[in-house]
């Protein structure tokens, strides 16, 4: 089968490798770097046993997958996609002949959650099991999970380049095969990058020193970014300047990988650490630093971050120096420093956010991490926040079973926040939700300049996506998203074509959504203007702030979606405004109504707080119901105002005092304004509770439901003796007439009800009492004399005849 014999060092244990399939189904083979696990191991299996199924091997790297399938298929002799084939996320070469299919590691399980017994795979090799991705871990708790309740035929095979394969070993019940590699001695050499230097110009200069010896040389660099400055700084040095990273075409792949007849510089990241071996190298420079996902409080996701790389990965890296001969590894940092790293690195398990882990194992129908055969559980308190998570964005019900979100969200390769939102959002919303998913997920393409950061507000970004030019955007990281988001969008049915969506120019999203559909993401995230432009409380109550000058810091609602992780008071670092009807939408089930009864003016109002989580959103006042609660008010008012807010006008005071006047009913009952109120329940109970303001109570009708004997009641009028008729009142039970001077001529008796002389008060034309008499002709034989005069000084265009009793 293959065309040509290897003298691979891993040729000297493929027996003993495949003598462990044949008395069992399970084996660990160990094997330095470069030996021929990837390449020739698959194919010695095929060969040996023919197999019924297919060789599924998984790589954690795209690149890698590619490659690999690509070397085996040269080493037989044949095309990608005959025996040998390769499928990742977004592409695949297989046919019906293939036989050993290499897969990233998403893809083994997405079948399984398909086909929990994997039909028509007879094998699954776990390849760079040493680098222990969450996807590694996950896929082999499923794959043991699967042979022990529905395949116990399945064929298992862990490879690993660094010796510490004895715990998994264990953990799947099967022998470990050791195989050698041809190792040449490294000689290490320590060049720290000084605290204030950068990384690019210090690499560079190493680069430029270690020219002065032969061989090729390997840089490895944490990411793209660093890669292209590096290249760019070693513009013009004597060499061909290779780059070797994930988003590669597969000629600048080989370009870098194959030996050259002019010397080689590769700057790679760590995927040549121990995935892909770069021929000819004598010379490894080695920044020390990776790119690692990491649970990132900030955004609460995992991000890829850069970390430093520990003791194992740096002997990997200067390994690659010794393969061809003896050589040199330079290493970007202090020996003092080196002490202080991990020996290995942590398993990715430990460090990132865990719900998408969640996701994965409420759709295997075991929730709970403790069901299943992990190497390394999963830290229980991360695993739980993942779950509330789930639960918080709809995936998984109170059972933690599945939703049909949960399940749609399982087959989009963005975290599950951004996988909710995407599908969740409304129609006319899911390319804006697109675009947001891509902004949110990737590097933020607005650019801090001349030390100013730029705004938080996300909706700009959405629009710097649309088309829309803005002074802090960076163009190429805008295209980039232009192109993920697209992406994105040809995964959703219903959403197809976004290329003719972009060709047409109709890319632009109603940005003004935004927050309305962050808020699917991050329900989690709500934060609420609190006094000064600026302020706001995040529903955690965590207070967060953004600079009093951004064009959202007005706002009244927030969705935060990058936050610097502190306690009290985060920098609000991304965010859109989302208005107060989507709010209350968006959490309609968890906002709570208060609905109060409060005085507005002088009436008694409704009025219905909504509130979230302890957070006021709004309020609205309608006029209140009539009844007891609105009675208690209007009585406790009465109360506290004294008897004067129920007659505003003294009607009422007017109406007592006659019918105490009137007398004979005061036996049955107190009329005093003292009782009254004591008693305002009884006699006014009915009123009440029929009314919303004081001014629409009639008290003179409740209290002549209270006094029986109302028909007895004196007159309010009098009729005087000239015929003119004027109001009586009966202070303290005292009839009594204000009546101008005037209105009194003519008036020879003095008036009187029932027998009782009225007080009489004569008014000056100004309505100024100028005597009180109750012996009115008395009053025009004696002091009118003295009255006329002095009025006839003050008015004398007023008639003041000497005798009144004459007209
Ligand atoms: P391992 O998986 O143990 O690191 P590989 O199977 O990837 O080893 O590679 C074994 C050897 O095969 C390498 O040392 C190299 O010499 C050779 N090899 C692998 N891939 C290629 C390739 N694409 N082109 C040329 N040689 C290759
Ligand atoms: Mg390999």
Redesign the pocket.
């Known amino acids: 089968m293959l065309t040509q014999p290897t003298d691979?060092p891993?040729e000297e244990v493929v027996d003993d490798l495949l003598s462990s399939f044949r008395s069992g189904h399970r084996a660990v083979l160990v094997?330095?770097?470069?030996?021929?696990?990837?390449?020739?191991v698959p194919l010695r299996v095929l060969e040996e046993f023919g197999t019924d199924g297919k060789i599924v091997v998984l790589e954690p790297r795209r690149l890698a997958t590619r490659?690999?399938a690509?070397?085996m298929a040269f080493l037989i002799g044949e095309d990608v996609g005959a025996t040998v084939g390769y499928v990742t996320r977004d592409d695949r070469q297989t046919s019906k002949a293939t036989r050993i299919e290499v897969v990233t590691e998403g893809v083994l399980t997405r079948r399984f959650q398909r086909d929990p017994a994997l039909a028509g795979t007879a094998m699954v090799v776990f390849?760079e099991f040493h680098e222990r991705n969450l996807q590694t871990d996950l896929g082999l708790a499923l794959t043991l999970d699967s042979i022990e309740s529905r395949r116990p035929d399945l064929k298992l095979l862990v490879m690993s380049?660094t010796l510490d394969a004895q715990r998994v070993a264990d953990l799947i019940d099967a022998p470990v095969v050791t195989g050698s590699g041809r190792m040449h001695p490294v000689e290490m050499r320590w060049s720290p990058l000084s605290r204030t230097g950068r990384l690019d110009q210090h690499v560079a200069s190493v680069v430029k020193q270690a020219m002065g010896e032969p061989g090729d040389i390997l840089v490895f660099l944490p990411g793209m970014a660093e890669i292209e400055r590096v290249a760019r700084s070693l513009e013009g040095v004597d060499a061909e300047v290779h780059m070797l990273h994930g988003s590669l075409s597969i000629q600048a792949q080989d370009a870098a990988?194959?030996p050259s007849s002019k010397r080689k510089i590769v700057l790679s990241t760590d995927i040549a650490e121990?995935s892909?071996?770069v021929?000819g190298v004598r010379i490894v420079v080695d920044s020390g630093q990776a790119r690692a996902p990491r649970f990132d409080p900030h955004t609460g996701m995992t991000r890829l971050r850069t970390v430093p790389i520990s003791k194992s990965s740096a002997e990997q890296r200067a390994g690659r120096a010794g393969?061809t001969g003896p050589g040199v590894a330079y290493r970007l940092w202090s020996l003092i420093e080196n002490g202080t790293r991990r020996p290995h690195s942590e398993p990715e398990i430990t460090q990132v956010d865990l719900a998408g882990l969640a996701l994965e194992l409420a759709a295997w129908g075991k929730p709970d991490p403790s069901q299943l055969p992990f190497l390394d559980q999963p830290p229980p308190r991360t695993f739980r926040e993942g779950r509330d998570l789930l639960t918080s964005l709809g995936a998984i019900d109170g059972a933690g079973v599945l939703t049909a979100t949960g399940r749609r969200m399982l087959d989009l390769p963005l975290h599950p926040r951004l996988a909710r939102m995407v599908i969740d959002a409304a129609h006319d919303d899911r390319w804006l939700a697109c675009v947001l998913a891509a902004v949110v997920d990737e590097r933020d393409p607005f650019r801090s300049r001349a030390g100013e950061s730029p705004p938080a507000d996300l909706s700009l970004r959405v629009d710097a996506v649309g088309g829309i030019d803005n002074q802090w955007a960076d163009r190429r990281a805008v295209d980039r998203l232009r192109v993920r988001a697209s992406d994105l969008a040809g995964r959703i049915p219903g959403l197809k074509k976004p290329g003719d969506r972009l060709k047409s120019g109709a890319r632009s999203a109603p940005s003004q959504r935004s927050g309305a559909v962050l808020a699917l993401a991050y329900p989690d995230r709500l934060a609420i203007r609190r006094g000064s432009p600026g302020r706001f409380q995040l529903r955690t109550g965590t207070t967060a702030f953004l600079a009093p000058t951004d064009s959202i810091a007005g706002e009244g609602f927030l969705i935060a979606a990058d936050l610097d992780g502190k306690r009290k008071d985060a920098r609000i670092r991304l965010a859109a405004a989302i208005d107060t009807d989507d709010v209350a939408l968006m959490f309609s089930s968890e906002v709570e109504k208060k609905v109060s009864l409060q005085w507005s003016g002088e009436r008694v109002v409704s009025r219905t707080e909504r509130r979230l989580g302890g957070l006021a959103l709004d309020v609205s006042e309608r006029p209140a119901d009539p009844g007891p609660d609105v009675a208690r008010l209007l009585a406790a008012r009465v109360r506290k105002l004294g008897f004067q807010s129920l007659d505003p006008n003294g009607s009422v005071r007017a109406w007592l005092d006659r019918l105490e006047f009137g007398g004979g009913q005061r036996r049955e009952g107190d009329f005093s304004e003292r009782a009254l109120l004591d008693g305002l329940e009884d006699w006014l109970g009915s009123q009440l509770t029929s009314v919303v303001s004081l001014s629409d109570l009639d008290p003179i009708r409740a209290l002549k439901a209270q006094a029986p004997g109302r028909g007895r009641q004196p007159p309010s009028q009098v009729e005087l003796g000239n015929g003119r008729k004027v109001k009586v009142t009966y202070p303290d039970g005292v009839p009594r007439i204000a009546v101008k001077a005037q209105d009194l001529y003519g008036v020879n008796r003095h008036p009187e009800i029932g027998g009782v002389p009225l007080v009489v008060e004569v008014l000056s034309p100004a309505n100024r009492p100028v005597q009180i008499t109750s012996d009115l002709p008395g009053f025009w034989k004696g002091s009118w004399a003295q009255v006329r005069k002095e009025m006839m000084a003050r008015y004398p265009k007023h008639d003041w005849p000497a005798d009144p009793t004459a007209r």
């Open positions: 691979l891993i094997a330095p770097p470069g030996s021929g696990k990837t390449t020739i490659a690999a690509r070397r390849d380049a990988l194959f121990t892909l071996t021929e393969r």
